[in-house]
């Protein structure tokens, strides 16, 4: 067989082309109407003169036409337009996640492509041909007849491989006509919200919209989608949404520590853009707030923190390694000094943090009260003195009495009149709390016959674990 380019002559024939079509199907139309055969076609707008297409390239047509066809030629000889091309293939898909000159090795939609053909009758029937989309593992039914794709022969019931295909609308086992429904066959469609949701987005994809995710950013963006949108990464909220994907792939792309240059599945991004809700321009324009970006980070170089161990006396974790947990990573900066790093000690819950100059510093106040508890008796002193004695104002000084009084490291009242911690008090405190009620909810709830009495609970080892538990055990920040 000799086929000779006679300068990029039209087809005696031009054939229409439909909007969603795939370009092996409008292909295998096109050689059809003419009269010759769907290889003979492909080989006339062969990309490399020396490499001879053959019935394996089949299932290259339609993932990125680009790597196996003259594009000029395709659209001198077929009159299809470039658009259609890259439309009625996964180029743009491509495209759209940064892969260009190397596409065709981009292992993005591996495991997604069908090699048997998934089809509507009734899109056959209407003479359309055959969608890109039905080629797409997810893929399930034909949104315009309502109608769930079948997989293989009405007929004699095999499936049909898309090398075997001679002409679209007929089985190459038995001849038979794939269009028209036998009367007893049941189509209806399953999961109609996810199908619509995977078929705009997958759509607005093979669209190739303007949209251009690096992975880096996608990864970002998935992350964080599946945070439930929340300012601090938290890897348990996460994990929920995960459906058996690796977060640690995810976290290499978003972290940019890839070793390897595995892809993020397209499969997952669409089943993420359905299980959070959102399509596919929103993700797109989705600004991701720097706090959390800052904590998906330091994931990252926490690692230093780790050398640090809580400082407070009467700590039974002072001096011990890994008694500090890294809680949110939020920069903050208080009265001017800037800190990071949050850190909280698993046994008395001192919190600290570090400067700019990477001091620990106790943010807590805990510790410097102990030390004048120690040396000094306050119970007679009044609120002036004790401001003066403390060096700061009232609400830090009372939750640090609160604190050491409820458990009772000190001697003498040093809160008055109220020392005592009630047993039944602490288990409501809790159960509210495990309700889901606020702090601020229950320091305001009748529960209480004053404030200090309030602080002396909320203080309480008891409590304190709980809200430790609830804060930092859940949402880990590994
Ligand atoms: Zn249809
Ligand atoms: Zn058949
Ligand atoms: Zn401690």
């Known amino acids: 067989m000799k086929i000779k380019d006679k300068g990029g002559q039209n087809l005696p024939s031009r054939t229409f082309y439909h909007e969603g079509e795939s370009l092996f199907s409008y292909l295998s139309r096109t050689a059809h109407n003419n009269g010759i055969s769907l290889l003979l076609l492909l080989n006339m707008i062969r990309k490399n003169e020396k490499y001879l297409l053959h019935k394996g390239d089949i299932r290259r047509i339609d993932y990125y036409p680009q790597s196996i066809f003259d594009l000029h030629k395709l659209i001198k000889l077929t009159g299809l337009t470039q658009s259609n091309v890259y439309e009625s293939s996964f180029t743009n898909v491509l495209h759209v996640f940064g892969y260009d000159s190397h596409a065709e090795k981009a292992r993005l939609m591996r495991n997604m492509l069908r090699e048997t053909l998934h089809y509507c009758t009734q899109c056959l029937g209407e003479g359309l ?109 996460i994990r929920e949404s995960l459906d058996g994907y690796s977060l640690t792939h995810l976290l290499q792309h978003a972290r940019k520590t890839m070793k390897t240059s595995r892809n993020i599945s397209l499969l997952f991004v669409l089943k993420t853009l359905h299980s959070q809700s959102i399509d596919l321009n929103s993700f797109f324009a989705m600004e991701i707030p720097r706090t959390f970006i800052d904590s998906l980070l330091e994931g990252n170089s926490i690692q230093w923190t780790r050398e640090f161990s809580c400082r407070a006396p009467w700590c039974r974790e002072r001096g011990k390694q890994n008694s500090l947990i890294p809680t949110s990573s939020k920069h903050v900066i208080k009265s001017g000094k800037r800190f990071s790093h949050y850190l909280v000690c698993r046994e008395c819950y001192c919190e600290y943090a570090f400067d700019e100059k990477k001091n620990l510093v106790e943010r807590t106040n805990f510790i410097s009260a102990f030390e004048i508890l120690n040396k000094q008796n306050i119970s007679k002193m009044n609120w002036p003195e004790k401001i003066n004695c403390f060096s700061t104002n009232r609400e830090p000084i009372r939750r640090a009495v609160a604190y050491f009084c409820a458990r009772q490291l000190f001697k003498g009242e040093i809160l008055h009149g109220e020392n005592n911690t009630d047993i039944l008090l602490l288990k409501k405190f809790i159960s509210a709390l495990r309700r889901g009620d606020s702090i601020s909810d229950i320091r305001h709830s009748t529960l209480w016959r004053n404030y200090d009495q309030y602080l002396l609970h909320r203080y309480h080892p008891v409590v304190m674990k709980e809200i430790f538990d609830k804060r930092y055990i859940e949402n880990s920040v590994r």
């Not at 769930?148 to 609308?169: A, F, M, S, V």
């Not at 919200?193 to 997958?202: A, D, K």
């Not at 949209?211 to 929340?230: C, P, T």
């Open 129 to 237: 041909g055959y969608n890109l989309m039905w080629k797409v593992v997810g893929v399930d039914c034909c949104l315009l007849h309502n109608q769930r794709l079948l997989n293989g022969c009405l007929h004699c019931k095999q499936e049909i491989g898309y090398y075997d295909i001679i002409t679209i609308d007929r089985c190459p086992h038995c001849d038979q006509s794939l269009t028209g429904i036998l009367p007893d066959y049941q189509g209806q469609v399953e999961n109609w919200e996810l199908q619509q949701s995977f078929q705009t987005n997958l759509n607005l994809l093979i669209r190739g919209t303007n949209l251009r995710f690096d992975s880096q950013d996608l990864a970002q963006k998935l992350l964080y989608s599946m945070n439930k949108f929340k300012p601090v990464y938290q890897s348990s909220t």
